[in-house]
């Protein structure tokens, strides 16, 4: 595992974020040890709210990394806000455009050097009305079949009650409980040097965002719905994609 040497402004974040999360959550971490692999970890959440990322962070922090975020490049031209997300070394994307591939090899860069890099695989927050994990995007896939990194699936619960993104509601009242939960490494050496393909990347990422949804029942309870329906099949019905 890389070391963790903070630089001035990362070391500001953590002593003015932290102590208020302190302060806001009762948490309960588990799964620590697998963010702390011999090497660069590619960590992928799932998105309940505005306030998970912070939650995120706080538990990455503890386990002994430094969190490095691909975000929206429209956080990083907000005056004050984007400077300081520069310096906390968080990788900005221009969605739907060639930028979006030349932040993925910075992020490769990132893990070649032992980091820690944090993909919302479904790239928001889950429009599911429970709050239940969609459908996910393969920037991670893509990432862990360039490098080979481990990815770590991280199942977050209770940040809807910081901040509930279905009625905007800020939780303001302390202790609110959170739980966190990182599991071992995703399991996908069967496309170990395979081409990365649409097919071959939407395989992967199913596998990721399945495992992550199991995780994520875990810790909340309840059945979890299917990721999404597949298409009708000529001769067949529909089949849901955790049968």
């Given amino acids: 595992m890389a070391p963790r040497r903070l630089g ?9 974020v932290k102590p208020v999360l302190t302060v806001w959550t009762r948490r309960t971490w588990r799964g620590m ?8 970890v590619i960590i992928v959440p799932n998105h309940v709210s505005h306030a998970d990322p912070l939650v995120a962070a706080h538990f990455i922090h503890d386990a002994g990394r430094w969190p490095q975020y691909l975000g929206k490049a429209s956080l990083f ?7 300081i997300l520069h310096r906390c070394k968080q990788i900005p994307v221009e969605r739907g455009s060639v930028e979006a591939a030349r932040s993925l090899d910075k992020l490769a860069a990132v893990l070649r050097e032992g980091g ?7 790239g928001t927050i889950t429009r599911e009305p429970d709050l239940w ?12 079949l360039a490098t080979g990194a481990p990815v770590i699936p991280v199942a977050m619960w209770g940040p809807e009650k910081l901040f509930d993104p279905r ?18 490494p995703v399991d996908l050496s069967r496309w170990a040097g395979a081409t990365p393909s649409r097919a071959i990347l939407e395989e992967m990422t199913e596998t990721i965002m399945l495992r992550l949804r199991d995780l994520v029942a875990e810790i909340r309870g309840g059945t979890p719905p299917p990721l999404w329906e597949r298409p009708a099949r000529t001769g067949s019905s529909s089949r849901e994609v955790n049968e």
């Fill in 8 to 16: 001035f402004w990362q070391w500001l974040a953590v002593v003015l």
């Fill in 133 to 144: 994990p969609m459908k996910g995007k393969t920037g991670a896939a893509r990432l862990a």
């Fill in 33 to 40: 040890e697998h963010l702390r692999h011999p090497g660069g």
């Fill in 167 to 184: 009625s905007n509601r800020l939780g303001l009242r302390p202790r609110i409980p959170v739980s966190v939960v990182a599991g071992p």
């Fill in 77 to 83: 031209r907000v005056p004050v806000l984007g400077w």
């Fill in 116 to 122: 820690a890099v944090v993909i919302y695989p479904e």
